[in-house]
Nanobody
Framework: QVQLEESGGGLVQAGGSLRLSCAAS????????MGWFRQAPGKEGEFVAA???????LYADSAKGRFTISRDNAKNTVYLQMNSLKPDDTAVYYC??????????????????WGQGTQVTVSS
């Protein structure tokens, strides 16, 4: 079992930045691919970015060039640095863990563990 807890969300003006953190506890953090997803009101959940234990990374097109995912295996924490935020980035952001450490996958259904989410609101 892995417990995930996100933090760092909030209200920011368009063009601003936020850094989300996801602290993991339980089983060995390095065994998991860690991903970030988001869900805006009335919309489907959306893949944002994911990172393997060894550092391989995948971004959604909407995140490329603006968001940076990273992880600190010693701290059991994954981060999402979000720059140049837009109102369309407004959503609840979720951290998730995938036990298939060999692959980076976009499909939320394959992720085994999820956090409770943190709200990000970007005002225009």
């Amino acid at each position: 079992q892995v417990q995930l807890e996100e933090s760092g969300g909030g209200l920011v003006q368009a063009g601003g930045s936020l850094r989300l953190s996801c602290a993991a506890s339980g089983r060995t953090f390095s065994n998991y691919v860690m991903g970030w997803f988001r869900q805006a009101p009335g919309k489907e959940g959306e893949f944002v970015a994911a990172i393997k234990w060894s550092g391989g990374i995948l971004y959604a097109d909407s995140a490329k060039g603006r968001f940076t995912i990273s992880r600190d295996n010693a701290k059991n924490t994954v981060y999402l640095q979000m720059n140049s935020l837009k109102p369309d980035d407004t959503a609840v952001y979720y951290c998730a863990a995938d036990s298939n450490r060999a692959l980076i996958r976009r499909t939320p259904q394959v992720y085994d563990y999820w956090g409770q989410g943190t709200q990000v609101t970007v005002s225009s």
